[in-house]
């Protein structure tokens, strides 16, 4: 085996060879894989571009949040719940906030709240639900309650609770 190694044939042959190999493995498979691997990434681009255009057109009121200032000094239920009735067009006479206060557990810092939504519609509840989860990232809903009012078509009372971890 020792003697492979010692024989210059090896080293003017072989690695010639090996080299001209994998020359060849790259050009004839890397990289026709490579360009097909970014067209694909390009045309799912430009797919991404048009599915946020969409939802921007849509929904234009996200954009109010993402320009909201990044760092709050401390979380508020008041403040978090009236900006995002608002911006989900539910009168301030139509919720109500009952928070607890801020409890320390395992050395996790939490706080419960209950918010009350009276006469909204389902699409105006599923907006303030999912607006306020997406706002801030810490806020769980931990409990809903949908209850129909009777007599109308799309009204109804809505009890959330949710939990804060800071």
């Known amino acids: 085996m ?4 010692k024989n210059p044939t090896l080293y003017y042959a072989g690695v010639p060879v090996i080299v001209s190999l994998w020359s060849l493995l790259v050009w004839g498979v890397y990289l026709p894989d ?31 949040f993402a320009g909201a200032e990044a760092a709050t000094a401390e979380f508020d239920y008041a403040v978090a719940v009236e ?21 320390t557990s395992g ?9 009350v939504l009276k006469e909204v519609d389902i699409t105006k509840f599923a907006k303030f ?31 959330l609770d949710f939990k804060y971890f800071y």
């Open 2 to 5: 020792k003697e492979l190694y």
């Open 34 to 64: 490579a360009e097909n691997k970014w067209q694909a990434e390009k045309a799912q681009y430009g797919k991404t571009q048009k599915i946020i255009a969409e939802i921007l057109t849509l929904d234009p009121e996200r954009l109010e």
């Open 83 to 103: 900006k995002t009735a608002s911006l989900c067009r539910i009168p301030s006479a139509n919720y109500r906030l009952s928070s607890g206060v801020i409890m």
């Open 107 to 115: 050395g996790q810092r939490s706080q419960n709240a209950k918010v």
């Open 129 to 159: 639900l999912s607006t306020i989860q997406l706002r801030w990232a810490n806020l769980q809903c931990v409990k809903v309650k949908l209850t129909k009012k009777k007599g109308l078509r799309d009204a109804w009372d809505v009890d």
